[in-house]
């Protein structure tokens, strides 16, 4: 046989292997191990990572055939890490390889650390559904490749407790009404509001009211949301403090310094609210007689306000044994009533101890 016969034989069975075992690739393993099947991860890179920062993995998912079902994502555990899956649908594409038409999936974790030092995330399982041509749907596990995550503490925050490591943080509070004339037993509200992106509401620090004696506090539950909008996370903490003053005097609300760590400058910021200094007068006599006259009247008003609605509901009572009294009775009945209220405001007591007589008293 010539050489020429030889090669073309040879190809001939190469065609038939690649061609059996496409034929026979009726698991995820054996899709994957044709090229058929592949995924893809990468962790954003950053050149410095403190605890706090988000990082994000993506896992993408490519085939020339074609999804079927849902896939499902295994969060591993690792301790140390916040590991989430904020977006629930993956991000759809398709590409063309040597004019093959490939189908892809993307998918984005959160990843939070917690603390600085060394971690490994991964391998991630997940589990899919693609098309396997004459085999029909093929269900089985994909696993990502195993990536390595260094966090550490910079110089800068060293010697900090809590921080906020962020491309964007603000702080700013306000008050529901003027604190110039205040007086004892007026109220007022402070908001505190805090607001960052890419980290989690729970991430963002709190405020703590100040006891003070003669100015009472009474902070409400903080409010925490974290909102996602194409991948981009945003975290606020509200806080309200409602306060009522007790006695006169001079009092002060301390400023809050808050350390922010930019992510996008890599360098440490510091955000303040300001201090908020407030005097509360004394109540003079004629606010609490205006006080006193207004509560009189409110009182007034609600006794009013119920006596209507009693004399209401009476004559809906009543109305069904009124409508079937005959009207000339009812024309009698009303004027008996007539003369029994005339005669209740007549004196208890005759005009003369002896009635009939002229005699004087």
């Known amino acids: 046989m010539t050489s020429g016969g030889l090669l073309f034989e040879r190809g001939l069975l190469l065609l038939a292997m690649a061609c059996s075992s496409l034929a026979f690739s009726n698991s995820i393993e054996e899709l994957e191990a044709s090229g058929r099947l592949r995924i893809n991860s990468a962790l954003t890179s950053q050149n410095l990572i403190v605890p706090g920062q988000k990082v994000t993995l993506t896992l993408e998912i490519a085939t020339d055939r074609w999804f079927t079902g849902g896939t499902r994502i295994g969060i591993p555990e690792v301790p140390g890490l916040v590991i989430l899956q904020t977006e629930q649908f993956a991000s759809n594409a398709s590409e063309t ?26 391998p991630i399982h997940l ?9 029909g749907d093929i269900q089985g596990e994909l696993r990502s490749p195993v990536h390595h995550l260094t966090v550490v503490i910079p110089d800068a925050l060293a ?51 100040e006891k003070q004696s003669g100015l009472a506090a009474y902070p409400s539950p903080a409010m925490l949301e974290t909102s996602v909008n194409r991948g981009q996370t945003l975290a606020t903490r509200s806080i309200r403090i409602s306060y009522v003053a007790e006695q006169p005097g001079q009092f002060l609300l301390p400023a809050r310094d808050y350390l922010w760590w930019n992510t996008q400058s890599g360098e440490l910021e510091v955000l303040s609210l300001t201090e908020t200094r407030i005097e509360i007068g004394d109540v003079t006599p004629s606010q609490k007689n205006s006080r006193t006259t207004t509560r009189i009247s409110s009182q007034q008003l609600l006794i009013l306000l119920g006596s209507l609605a009693l004399l209401v509901v009476s004559l809906r009572l009543c109305w069904p044994y009124l409508a079937r009294l005959p009207l000339a009775g009812l024309r009698v009945r009303l004027s008996k009533l007539g003369c029994r209220i005339r005669a209740l405001r007549q004196p208890a007591l005759a005009t003369h101890l002896n009635p009939g007589n002229n005699a004087e008293d």
């Open 97 to 122: 390889h040597s004019g093959q038409t490939w189908a892809i999936q993307r998918w984005t974790l959160d990843v939070f650390p917690q603390r600085a030092g060394d971690f490994t995330i991964g």
């Open 127 to 135: 589990q899919l559904q693609v098309n396997g041509g004459k085999e």
């Open 159 to 209: 010697r900090a407790d809590q921080w906020v490591a962020a491309p964007a943080f603000s702080v700013r509070q306000s008050f529901d009404r003027s604190l110039d004339t205040l007086v004892v037993g007026d109220a007022f509200e402070q908001e505190v509001l805090l607001e960052a992106a890419d980290v989690l509401a729970m991430m963002l620090p709190a405020y703590k009211s």
